[in-house]
């Protein structure tokens, strides 16, 4: 009887915690999300600093590169270092591409990775485009997929 009273207490404590965790999970659903500013923000050229240690003027907060953890920021980091690279290579190859979504018969073509292929390939949209994708001409598609499975990009 003493054993099945402390297990009884042990469940309503957890009873009670998974409560709180419903409650806080329900009041998030409708809340819009604003992203913080951190203490570490991701420079264009992907250096990452502590603003505490910086004396300047503070006005670089709130460009949406500032996270909370050093971890965040390095992985921010490495993602848009990544997706710049690229971006500059299609606007090197094709810098006066403009797709035009009134064209439903225009395919307008973007490189992704295949990870069950484990290479680069090349894949179209004609109506609609993920956020973040960097569309270009099928000729560029084709040579840049080349040149990342070759790796002949640097840092990608």
Known sequence: PVNMVKKEDTMKERIEELEKELAALKAQLGQKYEPKDGNYIVQGDGT????????GERDYIGVGRAFDTKEKAEKARNIMVKHDIILKYVIDHAPDYAPNWNDFNEYKWCVEYDFELKKWVIDFCVISAPLGIILMP???AEKLADDLNNNRIEGV
């Open 48 to 55: 990452i600093f502590d603003t505490e240690e910086w004396e």
């Open 138 to 140: 099928e000729h560029v």
